[in-house]
């Protein structure tokens, strides 16, 4: 997954157990017939870019016995670990590259998908320039990404709130992280441009109340592989950030706290030249 140009190798998450918490985030099955069964005929050739685990790929390549699928991530530690854990198919292929820089040729691809790629990228309009390159004419892609995520929270903690934006804007600069991405995809397909673009919005996060155990779990887990990067880039100190974290931790397990975020699905086809 890919950031800023002076990190563009560096996926912000990347941690010990990223393979474990990115394999959980998704039902496969579910993710497959809600956003992409509609667009696979029986002579699909399709890309999954920043696959991660490949746990949506590796399900759709059993589904799909008689479809080509790739995997595409840049971190090539990950894709050893899912090649490792491939069933026997022999329809399914792992890359590892950069989206800016795909090899693959022109014309490629019927239907190209990510999945909680874009909120890491600083060039979201490069990456859809080339992954349009590698779309056939009439192709369809699939961007699904989170908006709000750390933002919309009540009731409202000022300093939290505060240590909340000076935390995103570190990293939007230096890594491209963007918890906002969500509602941009529309505009950067049509920039691009694809056509026939369509949305569907959903809820993704959220807590109210104290934490379950697992909520808990998850948050601290993503909490502590992001903030020890920030400390490299800027004057917050790691004793300081650990205690935002706890800070943060505290708030999302009050009784009376609630925070959300909206999931969007964006599709767009590429025009026939």
């Known amino acids: 997954m890919m950031t800023h140009r002076n ?29 992409l069964a509609p667009y696979i005929t029986p002579e699909s050739r ?5 696959c991660g685990p490949a746990v949506i790929t590796e399900h759709l390549a059993l589904q799909y016995s008689d479809i080509k699928i790739t995997g595409l991530d840049i971190s090539s530690s990950r894709l050893v670990e899912a090649a490792k854990n491939k069933s026997n198919t022999t329809n399914l292929s792992f890359t590892s590259a950069d989206i800016y820089q795909m090899p693959f040729n022109k014309n490629s691809f019927d239907l190209i998908f990510s999945r909680f790629l874009f909120e890491y990228l600083q060039e979201p309009l490069l990456a859809l320039s080339e992954i349009k ?9 699939v961007i699904q990404d ?11 903690d000022q300093e939290l709130l505060k ?8 990293l939007q600069e230096n890594f491209g992280f963007d918890p906002l991405v969500g509602r941009k995809l529309f505009f950067y397909l049509q920039k691009t441009p694809f056509v026939d673009i ?14 379950k155990q697992e909520e808990a779990s ?20 790691q004793a300081e950030l ?14 009376d706290s609630l925070m959300f975020s909206n999931l969007f699905t964006v599709y767009g086809r590429n025009p026939n030249e």
């Open 133 to 141: 390159r590698i779309c056939k004419p009439g192709g369809w892609v």
């Open 7 to 35: 990190n563009r190798s560096t996926y912000l998450m990347e941690s010990d157990n990223e393979n474990q918490r990115l394999a959980e985030k998704v039902n496969p099955e579910t993710f497959i017939q809600l956003y």
């Open 163 to 170: 240590n909340i934006s000076n935390t995103t804007n570190v």
């Open 46 to 50: 399709i890309l999954d870019i920043g």
């Open 242 to 255: 650990q205690n935002q974290i706890n800070h943060f931790m505290e708030y999302l397990d009050r009784e």
């Open 146 to 156: 989170i908006d709000g995520q750390f933002l919309s929270t009540f009731p409202e």
């Open 218 to 237: 998850y948050w601290n887990s993503k909490l502590s592989s992001v903030f020890p990067k920030i400390s490299k880039y800027s004057t917050i100190d």
């Open 198 to 211: 369509d949305i569907k919005l959903e809820p993704y996060h959220l807590l109210y109340g104290k934490m």
